[in-house]
Every structure is written in structure tokens, then in C-alpha cells.
């Protein structure tokens, strides 16, 4: 099992969040942790994605000025 965690800023000054990892376990997007996570991302006028293909992957988008 491997997990990948990355943060970076990107040239515009925006920062980037992306955590990965290769495992079977199950994301309910209807559940109060990822949803209050989208809603503490989109206050900041960032976007957050989240897929599940072959693992997981969840990548947060902040503008530079709110972090």
C-alpha cells in the first residue's frame, strides 16, 4: 500500500493539495467529513476534487491569498 501526499504552488500563486494512495476502501460523499471539507474549500474560493479509480485521489485548489 503506498499513500502520496504533494503540495506545491503553482506560478499564479494558487496552492495545490493533492493526497493519493492505492487502496479499496470506500468515499460516501454524502458524509458530513467530505462535505463540510468541500464547504470549508469553496469559502476560501477554492475547488476540491475527489475520485476513487484504482485507489483514491483527493486534490484541493487554493487561491494563492487565501492561504
Known amino acids: 500500500r503506498r499513500c502520496r501526499v504533494q503540495l506545491c504552488r503553482q506560478p ?3 496552492v495545490v493539495l493533492e493526497i493519493s494512495d ?3 476502501g470506500r468515499i460516501k460523499p454524502d458524509g458530513g467529513g467530505i ?3 468541500f464547504a470549508r474549500i469553496e469559502a476560501l474560493g477554492g475547488r476540491l476534487d475527489i475520485t476513487a479509480d ?3 485521489r483527493l486534490r484541493a ?3 494563492g491569498e487565501a492561504v
Request: aromatic share 0%; charged share 25%.
Open 22 to 24: 492505492d487502496g479499496q
Open 54 to 56: 484504482q485507489g483514491h
Open 61 to 63: 485548489e487554493l487561491p
Open 35 to 37: 462535505q463540510g471539507m
Open 12 to 14: 499564479d500563486g494558487d
